[in-house]
Nanobody
């Protein structure tokens, strides 16, 4: 079972930046893919970005340009850099790990963007 711990959320003004972190309980090379999703109030959870163990990234259409996913394999950690934050980015951001046929979720970290 993969355990994920997110951090880095908070309250930020529009135009600011945040970097979210997701630490996995095992080597990220043993995980097929890791990614970030977000869920705003009253909306469905949506993919922000994902990164395969081979290093291939994928972004949701809305996330191209302001969001960057990266990793530090020495720390078993995946990051999500968000620039030029907008009030519409307000959501709970969840880390996800896909290993074999199972998906694992972190507890989520709240990002609130004030206008």
């Amino acid at each position: 079972q993969v355990q994920l711990v997110e951090s880095g959320g908070g309250l930020v003004q529009a135009g600011g930046s945040l970097r979210l972190s997701c630490a996995a309980s095992e080597s990220i090379f043993s995980i097929n893919a890791m990614g970030w999703y977000r869920q705003a109030p009253g909306k469905q959870r949506e993919l922000v970005a994902s990164l395969t163990s081979g290093g291939r990234s994928n972004y949701g259409d809305f996330a191209k340009g302001r969001f960057t996913i990266s990793r530090d394999i020495t720390k078993n950690t995946v990051y999500l850099q968000i620039n030029s934050l907008e009030p519409e980015d307000t959501a709970v951001y969840y880390c996800n790990a896909h290993k074999l046929n199972y998906g694992y979720w972190g507890q989520g970290t709240q990002v609130t963007v004030s206008s």
